[in-house]
């Protein structure tokens, strides 16, 4: 991968090491991260367990950059209203779509559910298998910023390349 696609470069570090982890599979699984290979990304990090019956989503682990910017620390919470308010359909629909389809997606959008609305999260999704190719967990990467001039691809939602 040599193309930027995130404002954050450490977003495309964390997808490259990714892409290099999945190989020829159609997404790796959580024991081929090594934490000490992921040192530089783990304050951008969260990774979401997957639960299939029933449906669910739980914070495994949010990165400290994540929990000084939210001002809260979701490690052990589901993702419902009680955490994300009014945003809480659109995040829980955003992961199911990446575990349904074990496809990376990229994200960026205000953060207009939150306290702090003038910031722009941008993320990444990327799905973790286990040893029968199931989702069973969501490897998030999430910048924040405040753009003066907002591009015009504010709100986005797109596939990551597999390649």
């Not at 997808?15 to 790796?28: I, M, Q």
């Not at 209203?81 to 349904?100: I, N, P, T």
Request: proline share 10%; with cysteine.
């Amino acid at each position: 991968m040599t193309a930027e696609l995130f404002w954050d470069r450490r977003l495309d570090g964390l997808y490259a090491h990714w892409l290099e982890k999945k190989g020829g599979r159609p997404a790796p699984t959580r024991a081929d991260f090594n934490p000490s290979e992921i040192k530089p990304f783990l304050p951008i990090v969260n990774f979401l367990d997957v639960r299939w019956e029933p449906l669910g989503f739980r914070h495994r682990l949010v990165g400290t950059e994540i929990v000084e910017h939210l001002g809260r620390d979701a490690t052990g919470c589901w993702v419902d209203a009680g955490l994300y308010g009014k945003a809480a359909d659109r995040v829980f629909a955003s992961l199911l779509q990446v575990a349904r389809e074990a496809r990376p997606y990229r994200r960026r959008s205000p953060m207009t559910w939150h306290p702090n609305s003038w910031l722009t999260m941008e993320s990444m999704e990327l799905p973790l298998v286990d040893e029968d190719g199931k989702v069973n967990m969501i490897l998030r990467g999430v910048s924040y910023s405040s753009p003066k001039n907002p591009p015009p691809d504010h709100y986005l939602v797109a596939p990551l390349p597999l390649h």
